[in-house]
């Protein structure tokens, strides 16, 4: 009976197009970018991440998602100000080593999720864009791409408190774009 089950819930998984994608990092980015001193924009990015995808491609949504990142991963292209914002003022890496993302549900565009930095986690609604799948022309692999981005306020995780938004600005922008493989 637990077989029959099994073979209908799987059975019932592929009509509905969910289908569990790898994350090709080659190709996939985790980036954010802040203003500093109100005049310019600097950029970042996360060079270390893994999570777990499921797609229904039928309906170009999620119906699962869980990501990790390793903060001490951070890359904004100065090696200085990588070093401060892994301190104890900003992620604090050595207390807080990893930060999360865990979806909730997609209605439309839109992604609900929970996303946790330096031990606070907090709902945050992202703008979401699934991809047709295609054929990658040199693996043959079907490959699907998932862009997530919005905004959150950095002093909602304890990040940066002390540092005035005239120096730093709070809103930080965030764009993960993934290409998976299937």
């Known amino acids: 009976m637990r077989k029959a089950f099994l073979a209908f819930s799987l059975v019932g998984l592929v009509g509905l197009g969910a289908v569990e994608f790898d994350i090709d990092k080659v190709h996939s980015s985790i980036d954010f970018q802040t203003k500093h001193l109100l005049v310019s924009k600097v950029n970042g990015v996360f060079e270390d991440f893994s999570g777990k995808i499921d797609v229904n491609l039928k309906e170009k949504k999620l119906n699962f998602l869980e990501g990790e990142i390793s903060m001490d991963s951070i890359d904004t292209k100065s090696e200085g100000r990588d070093k401060d914002v ?87 922008k965030i764009n993960i774009n993934l290409e998976l493989n299937k």
């Open 86 to 172: 892994r301190g104890s003022g900003f992620f604090d890496v050595a207390q807080f080593p990893k930060g999360y993302l865990k979806m909730q549900k997609q209605e439309g565009n839109k992604f609900y999720g929970i996303l946790t930095l330096k031990g606070v986690s907090k709902p945050v609604v992202f703008d979401i864009e699934v991809s047709d799948m295609v054929k990658h022309p040199k693996t043959k692999k079907d490959v699907v791409g998932v862009q997530i981005e919005g905004k959150i306020n950095r002093k909602d995780f304890g990040i940066g408190s002390n540092v005035p938004n005239a120096v730093v600005s709070d809103e930080i």
